[in-house]
């Protein structure tokens, strides 16, 4: 040992000490022990290598070493540390430190090895190589490995400070990226935090809403349900029983954003007690829930619609039956024939009805299954034109396909609905009369059927929806006739099914185009 060893000594055990408490960041801690232990052992190379799992160690620090060195050094330590096993054997060891210090430089005659320990635990281990050859005595032995448990607690206190710090930064993130709005408020409803969908949902930024009350942040257009401020004067956070973790409080409304427009949003807050169980923070999670809201009024329009579509057959149908069956009244043949085809038509509406409701919910489950064969859609497109011209005077229906129009593998009767359904919405949907054209076109590939009439037409906003479930244009016409949402949309599910695709295109006020598209 050097002669001033022991004041050396004490110098940097202080100095470990105190990087122990001052310094959290593990590889300044790391540096500084390495360093004061080559400066204590009159070393020249040095390295510290951490636990990184059962019987691995990696290489964290190293004075007096290539960086390119470092993998081969990993594994010299696997080989040492594994078969070194509990109990580390003296001998075994010096050969293999020895084979270390001569693969780093051959100058290098003595190593010292020094575990890191933690109650017991290996957390890491030292390693020290001088050129010089020192007796070491027991008693130096002992003062060296205290100086190690001094190094094993700062490299384990600043391990912990980096695991606290990592999961932090996960959590931070956490909040940052969440789809959900979160917020944290102290108990003055003063902002603390912010998050982006935050920013994207109340328009204001980070920077502008730190340190705003939350009232003005959140500011109500609409308040529907609850109020955190008058929660807030009766007493939220309630805790019942008293025992019971605190209640939450949902509030939801219309938020009138920086901009001014609104936004239908739900917050929940969270409170945070003190040990006294006073109120000291507050986390409030706001949530979005414009497409619920949307998706109860659609469901709202869609029973009033299924109500009005079911009664309209269902009246005539109990009106013909009742006057047919009425025991003061001599009915003429052709009456109670014309009576029963309306009752007849009424029924065979109402199952298609109630068909297409059980297609539709049957079609978010699971695929649409078709009963392929060959299909000539030119034939299938001459009959329904010919049972619709039947049921109009102001319309004229007419037919486009090339001849020799070939057939393709489908679904009859599916690919006649969607036929029905086309054809039938250009009759409805030009109120007033006109010429309706059924064609189709070929390429290598596919047919194209088409269905072009010369109505309303479509906007082309509502053009990207109209094959949504349940969605009809709002306007007058849609209003006056009968319709469900449901056309369109199990048409595209049919030809979808089928391989192909189905489009349209449309100008309000000039009429419509309908194209689907089936391989060959
Ligand atoms: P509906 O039962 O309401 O007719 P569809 O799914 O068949 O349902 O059509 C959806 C909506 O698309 C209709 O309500 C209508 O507003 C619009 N639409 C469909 N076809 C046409 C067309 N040929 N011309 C104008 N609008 C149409």
Redesign the pocket.
């Known amino acids: 040992m050097l002669p001033d060893f022991r004041v050396r000594q004490r110098d940097f055990l202080l100095e470990i000490s105190r990087a122990m408490t001052a310094q959290l960041d593990l590889e300044e801690v790391l540096r500084l022990v390495l360093k004061a232990s080559i400066i204590m052992l009159g070393g020249e190379v040095g390295l510290v290598a951490l636990r990184a799992s059962n019987d691995r160690y990696a290489i964290r620090a190293t004075i007096g070493v290539d960086a390119e060195r470092v993998p081969d050094l990993n594994t010299r330590l696997d080989e040492l540390v594994s078969n070194a096993g509990q109990s580390i054997d003296r001998d075994f060891l010096n050969v293999k430190l020895k084979q270390m210090a001569v693969s780093l430089n051959r100058k290098l005659r003595q190593s010292l090895f020094l575990p890191l320990l933690i109650a017991g635990e290996p957390v890491g281990l030292l390693i020290i190589f001088r050129s010089q050859t020192l007796e070491t005595t027991e008693n130096e032995f002992q003062i060296l490995q205290s100086f190690a448990d001094q190094a094993a607690i700062a490299v384990h206190n600043a391990q912990l400070y980096a695991r606290i710090d990592q999961e932090r930064q996960r959590l931070a993130a956490l909040v940052e990226y969440s789809a959900d709005g979160v917020m944290f408020l102290d108990s003055n409803l003063r902002i603390l935090g912010f998050n982006r969908a935050l920013e994207r949902m109340t328009g204001w930024s980070v920077q502008d809403a730190l340190g705003q009350d939350q009232d003005t942040v959140i500011s109500w257009k609409k308040l529907e349900k609850n109020d955190l401020r008058a929660a807030l004067d009766d007493g939220w956070p309630w805790r019942l029983p008293s025992d019971a973790p605190a209640e939450t409080l949902y509030v939801e409304g219309d938020l009138l954003r920086r901009d001014g427009l609104t936004l239908s949003i739900g917050i929940t807050y969270a409170p945070l007690l003190g040990e006294d169980q006073k109120l000291v923070n507050i986390i409030a999670n706001v949530r979005d829930i414009t497409h619920f809201r949307r998706a109860q009024e659609m469901q709202n329009v869609f029973i009033s619609t299924i109500s009005h579509e079911l009664k309209t057959p269902v009246a005539l149908i109990k009106g013909y039956a009742g006057t047919l069956r009425r025991d003061d009244a001599e009915w003429d043949p052709q009456v109670i024939r014309d009576g029963l085809a309306v009752i007849e038509d009424e029924s065979d509406r109402l199952t298609g009805l109630i068909e297409n409701l059980l297609a539709a919910s049957k079609l978010r489950a699971e695929r649409m299954r078709l009963d392929i064969s060959d299909v000539w859609l030119d034939k299938l497109a001459a009959q329904v034109v010919e049972r619709f011209q039947t049921q109009t005077q102001k319309h004229t229906l007419q037919l486009d396909f090339p001849s020799d129009f070939p057939f393709v593998q489908g679904d009859e009767i599916r690919l006649r609905q969607v036929l029905d ?2 054809v ?3 009759l ?3 109120p007033e009369g006109g010429i309706i054209t059924v064609g189709g076109e070929v390429d290598d590939k596919s047919v194209t059927i088409f ?1 072009h ?1 010369s ?4 906007s082309e906003t ?1 053009q990207e929806h ?2 949504d479930r349940f ?3 709002d ?1 007058t ?2 209003r006056k ?11 595209k599910a049919i030809i979808e099914a089928h391989g192909g695709t189905i489009r ?1 295109q ?1 100008k309000p006020g000039t ?2 185009t ?1 194209y689907f598209t089936v391989p060959l």
Not at 455 to 458: D, E, K, R
Not at 481 to 491: E, I, S, V
């Open positions: 359904n086309l039938s919405n250009a409805k949907y030009s269905v009439d109505g309303v037409g479509i509502d109209i094959f969605f009809r244009v306007g016409l849609s006739t009968q319709g469900t949402g449901l056309g369109l949309y199990l048409a349209v449309s009429g419509s309908f």
